[in-house]
Structures are given as structure tokens and as C-alpha cells.
């Protein structure tokens, strides 16, 4: 029982990253039963389909889960309100402001945790009073922070920071880094590219695969002039990359960006010019498992990667 | 007693990396004097003043040391051959082929360690007959890779990769992120930014404080056109960020590098004009100790961060 565990009344302090197009109430219901906190990634989803995933995540368990709310969609209210109505009781709130949502969240009874990657917003989120916050490495997947610091140089940063409970993510996917985490100073440890590659996962297939056949230096930080985002290197990358080198603006990147791209390459398996974000770890992904099987091998890692550890 | 403990014949397994105008003869010896290994870094020495810190780390201690050789100035076969001429017994080569050197250096009894940032070289490593690999992540301060993996994603994939005890560098300035490593797989740790701000280090005091006052995000890695280097937020590093910005060329980036810009950083303590490596874990590193307490608060944490550990 620790400060995470205790915080969200679940067995494991293993949270799935609400991922857009890979965490619907399949993925996020699977975690909550295998003893972790599943979270839905309203990111992707229409406030009427978010009504709908977490209707189905209710029948599909009884344990505790969360949603995933991205800050920088124009319906993020209209989010928070299908939140309200159907009682969810956690909330992730990530990429933006967290004194925006946190006091009227948490005044409605609901725990508040917001995502960040740097110290300076670590202690905007203590001042909003957040419950706990996720500390998100440069290794990671999907959107991520300027500064690029890396899970490793962050989680002791962000420590000595603050003292709400610090959930660590980026470069975790296995019973080892999920100790390395905690051996960091981390509280729990936020897992996304391990569980967008599981059978639960909403992702196309063909994405999975991509995530399978990933190896190391095949997803690099791009469209830093925009936001920057970790993708698989693909013939879209390569069109980012080529502008990026003679120095593309941010309004060029965005026409090279375009609508829907994410959509298009991880819900419907365009591997050539989808947008495919994943994290560092898909390095050493190399098969896809069902949810309650890598909660099972990432905790039987753990206590026997703590056995394993000697003094000097 | 570990792998690389036995294999150095070290108390701690832990390795001070060999740094350009901050590891002379002073911070080896005090490094292997306190338990860990010492590497002279001859990257910024002409051959005979290489003989000159080899012969004083000598005098100053009887515990095993080594000299780092990185493989990209043309003077390296001279610095070979000081290094046979002064029977020193252990080698760490980096930036260039593991090829190169390893078994020239392996028949005189030398024990050989290259540094690497990425699995295909490792297999190389592997392939060259080196005794162990340093395996250095992207949050790692100085001369980086090109693939960006951070530590925490890359340990484990060396580990999958190769059989020969591996090092790990990056993103490692405590006992917690020490530990961490271990629990990622590494055998041993390779710390640079930390002793690179110590008492013994011949670093200059501006550059000294420069690390101290660094924090979260202040440094970053740039140059990628040319060698990536992780380097402080300067006039300098702004001059190259704009470059960079405006897409610049690898001989226009030269250019603005010009010549013996580190040692004016570095050395000369010029914090406006000079290039300053160090690594993202100079954000937590806040006092200049001498080396005997840096390590000493190391293995004390080590220790007690293994006691705090609970199965879950």
C-alpha cells in the first residue's frame, strides 16, 4: 500500500496512459480488472462517444477508473460536463493549464492529477492543489514538453520540488524500469506505449505491428516550432524531418501536418503517412499481450528485480 | 562484488567518465582513491601532456585508473602509445569504431571499454572483444548520439543485445538515479556532470558554478547536423539555436563552433562565449564537494534507497 495505491484504492501503482485512438473503455477496463488505473483518452473522442466509453467501462468493471482530459481541444467543457454526469471519480488533466479545471474538479468531490514535464509547472499543479501529479519523460510517446528532459533527470528535479505523490512516465514498459521509477523517488509509474501495443488496445493492427517491429532510434521528438510530439520514423516523419532541416516554420509544419493524421495512422493502420506516436520503450516491445499479462510479468519483475539488488 | 567491480578491481561500481578540461590527474586519482575508477580524459591533451597526468595520477594513488581515448582527433595513435609507454592497465575509447583499437590494445594486457549510444554498436563492441560497454543516454552531457535514446529506454535494450557487463551513462548524479540504473540492468554507472562540478575536477570555478546554478531544462542538445553535443543555454548556444532555427547548414553550424570553444568555456571560464557540456543532471547538482563526499553520499543513498524498496 503506498501513496498511489492508497490515492485510488487499486492494487497495483501501475496507470495507463489515456492515449487518442488507443484507449477506449476496452483497454481502460482491462487495467482497472488486471489491478492497475485504467484511464480513457477522451483526446480523440466527440463528447457523446466519451459518454459512451464510460458507460461501458462501468458495466465492464467495478474497480476504479479515470479519464484522460487533454486541455487544448475546443471541447473540453462539454468533456468535463459528460465527466460530471456520469460521476466519473478520477480525472488525468494534461497539456495545459492546471489551475484551469483543477478547484472546480475537485470541489465536485472528483481526485485531480495533471500531467507535466517540467518543475516549473510541477508547482503550478501543487498550487492548483492537484492530488498527484504524472512526470512525463522526453522518452515518451504522443505530445511531450520543451524542455526534453528525460524520466531519469526529471523524477529527483520534480522530488525535490513538490510533495504531492509524483507518478513517473516515459521509458517504462517493463518490471525493471517500473523499479528504476521508484528507485527515482516515484510514488507510481504511468504506462502508455506498452498497454496502445496490448489485445485491449483500440490502435488498427497494422500499429501494433509498427509498435512490435520498432527498434531502437526508430522514433524521434518532432514539430518542436508546434508541439512537440515522439513518432515513428515513416515517410510522414521524413517529409517533417526534410522541413525541419531547412527550417520550416511553424506554419509550414502545421500544412504538412494537416487534419486527422494521428487518426489516420494509429485507429486506421496508414503506416506511411499517419502519425504514429509512440515512446522510447517500443524499442524493447516485442509482442502483444493481452493487458492482464503484462500487469502479471511487469509485477512479478519487480518484486523479483528487488530481490536481485545487493548493497555495496 | 560485481562484474565490474571484479573487473577493475574497484570497490564501488562506479566509473568517473573521462571529460575534456575537467578530468586531469587530480579528479582520477581522487575518484579511484575513494573507491570508484578514475579515467584521465586525454581529449584535450597533447600526448606528452597525457604522459604528465598519468605519471602524477600514479604518484597519486595505488588504486587502478584508466585514460579515456575518444577516437576523433588525429593525434589518437599518439595518445596509444603514451598510454603503452606508461603501462596504464585500463582504456575507455569512445566516439569512433570499437574496431579500431580493441584488439591491438587487448594483446598488451590492456582491459578495454568503448562508449557507446546505441544497440548496433554494442553488438560491435561485443563483436570487437571489448571487456564491458558504457551504454550513454541522450540526457548524458557532451558528445551524444544520434538516435536520442535516453537511458532508461536504452539500458534495457542493450542488455536484450549483448552479454558483456554494461555501463550506464546518462542522467546518473545520485545514489536513487545510480540505483535505478542497476535496476534497469546496468552492472556498473559512469558519472560525469557530477564529479565535473567537484573540488578536484579542473574544470574552471565559472564553469563549476555554471553547473550548480543550471536547472530543469537549461541545458540541450544541439550541433545534430554536425555531432550532437549536450551544452548550457548561453550567448552561444542561442547563436546556434537560431541558426538552427533558421535551418543551417553543417559547415555554416562550424563555423559558428569555430575553434577551441570548449576549453574557453570550460577551462577559461568564459560562460557567454564558451561551450559548456554538461549533462540534464546538472539541474539537481547544487553544492561543489570534493569527490571523497560525492561518493560517499552516493553509496549511502545507494544503500538506503535498496532498504525502502517494497514488494508489491
Same mark, same amino acid.
Given at each position: 500500500?503506498?501513496?498511489?495505491?492508497?490515492?485510488?484504492?487499486?492494487?497495483?501503482?501501475?496507470?495507463?496512459?489515456?492515449?487518442i485512438w488507443?484507449?477506449?473503455?476496452?483497454?481502460?477496463?482491462?487495467?482497472?480488472?488486471?489491478?492497475?488505473?485504467?484511464?480513457?483518452?477522451?483526446?480523440s473522442?466527440?463528447?457523446?462517444?466519451?459518454?459512451?466509453?464510460?458507460?461501458?467501462?462501468?458495466?465492464?468493471?467495478?474497480?476504479?477508473?479515470?479519464?484522460?482530459?487533454?486541455?487544448?481541444?475546443?471541447?473540453?467543457?462539454?468533456?468535463?460536463?459528460?465527466?460530471?454526469?456520469?460521476?466519473?471519480?478520477?480525472?488525468?488533466?494534461?497539456?495545459?493549464?492546471?489551475?484551469?479545471?483543477?478547484?472546480?474538479?475537485?470541489?465536485?468531490?472528483? %481526485?485531480?492529477?495533471?500531467?507535466?514535464? !517540467?518543475? *516549473?509547472? @510541477? &508547482?503550478?499543479?501543487?498550487?492548483? $492543489?492537484?492530488?498527484?501529479?504524472?512526470?512525463?519523460?522526453?522518452?515518451?510517446?504522443g505530445?511531450?514538453?520543451?524542455?526534453?528532459?528525460?524520466?531519469?533527470?526529471?523524477?529527483?528535479?520534480?522530488?525535490?520540488?513538490?510533495?504531492?505523490?509524483?507518478?513517473?512516465?516515459?521509458?517504462?514498459?517493463?518490471?525493471?524500469?517500473?523499479?528504476?521509477?521508484?528507485?527515482?523517488?516515484?510514488?507510481?509509474?504511468?504506462?502508455?506505449?506498452?498497454?496502445?501495443?496490448? %489485445?485491449?488496445?483500440?490502435?488498427?493492427? !497494422?500499429? *501494433?505491428? @509498427? &509498435?512490435?517491429?520498432?527498434?531502437? $532510434?526508430?522514433?524521434?521528438?518532432?514539430?518542436?516550432?508546434?508541439?512537440?510530439?515522439?513518432?515513428?520514423?515513416?515517410?510522414?516523419?521524413?517529409?517533417?524531418?526534410?522541413?525541419?532541416?531547412?527550417?520550416?516554420?511553424?506554419?509550414?509544419?502545421?500544412?504538412?501536418?494537416?487534419?486527422a493524421r494521428a487518426k489516420k495512422g494509429m485507429f486506421?493502420?496508414?503506416?506511411?503517412?499517419g502519425e504514429l506516436e509512440?515512446?522510447?520503450?517500443?524499442?524493447?516491445?516485442?509482442?502483444?499481450?493481452?493487458?492482464?499479462?503484462?500487469?502479471?510479468?511487469?509485477?512479478?519483475?519487480?518484486?523479483?528485480?528487488?530481490?536481485?539488488?545487493?548493497?555495496?
Amino acid at each position: 500500500m503506498n501513496k498511489i495505491t492508497q490515492l485510488f484504492n487499486i492494487k497495483y501503482p501501475i496507470i495507463q496512459g489515456g492515449m487518442i485512438w488507443c484507449s477506449g473503455w476496452e483497454l481502460a477496463s482491462a487495467v482497472s480488472n488486471a489491478g492497475g488505473l485504467g484511464l480513457i483518452g477522451s483526446g480523440s473522442m466527440y463528447p457523446e462517444v466519451l459518454r459512451q466509453h464510460i458507460q461501458k467501462c462501468k458495466s465492464a468493471t467495478n474497480k476504479p477508473f479515470g479519464v484522460n482530459v487533454p486541455l487544448l481541444y475546443p471541447q473540453t467543457d462539454d468533456h468535463i460536463q459528460v465527466i460530471l454526469d456520469e460521476r466519473v471519480k478520477i480525472v488525468f488533466t494534461s497539456a495545459g493549464n492546471p489551475k484551469k479545471y483543477t478547484s472546480f474538479l475537485k470541489e465536485k468531490g472528483i %481526485i485531480v492529477v495533471h500531467v507535466i514535464a !517540467n518543475v *516549473k509547472f @510541477a &508547482i503550478k499543479c501543487e498550487e492548483a $492543489g492537484v492530488d498527484a501529479i504524472v512526470a512525463e519523460g522526453f522518452e515518451a510517446g504522443g505530445h511531450n514538453g520543451f524542455e526534453e528532459t528525460t524520466t531519469m533527470a526529471l523524477i529527483p528535479q520534480i522530488k525535490n520540488a513538490v510533495s504531492v505523490p509524483v507518478i513517473a512516465a516515459g521509458g517504462i514498459g517493463s518490471g525493471r524500469s517500473m523499479l528504476a521509477a521508484v528507485a527515482l523517488g516515484a510514488d507510481g509509474v504511468q504506462i502508455g506505449s506498452r498497454f496502445a501495443a496490448s %489485445i485491449e488496445s483500440s490502435a488498427h493492427e !497494422n500499429f *501494433k505491428s @509498427a &509498435i512490435v517491429n520498432a527498434g531502437d $532510434g526508430d522514433t524521434k521528438l518532432m514539430m518542436k516550432k508546434v508541439v512537440p510530439v515522439r513518432l515513428i520514423k515513416n515517410e510522414f516523419y521524413q517529409r517533417v524531418q526534410n522541413a525541419e532541416d531547412y527550417g520550416a516554420t511553424a506554419e509550414e509544419l502545421k500544412e504538412i501536418l494537416g487534419r486527422a493524421r494521428a487518426k489516420k495512422g494509429m485507429f486506421e493502420g496508414d503506416l506511411k503517412e499517419g502519425e504514429l506516436e509512440i515512446g522510447q520503450v517500443s524499442g524493447y516491445i516485442n509482442e502483444i499481450l493481452s493487458v492482464e499479462k503484462i500487469i502479471n510479468e511487469m509485477v512479478l519483475e519487480y518484486n523479483s528485480t528487488i530481490n536481485s539488488l545487493e548493497k555495496i
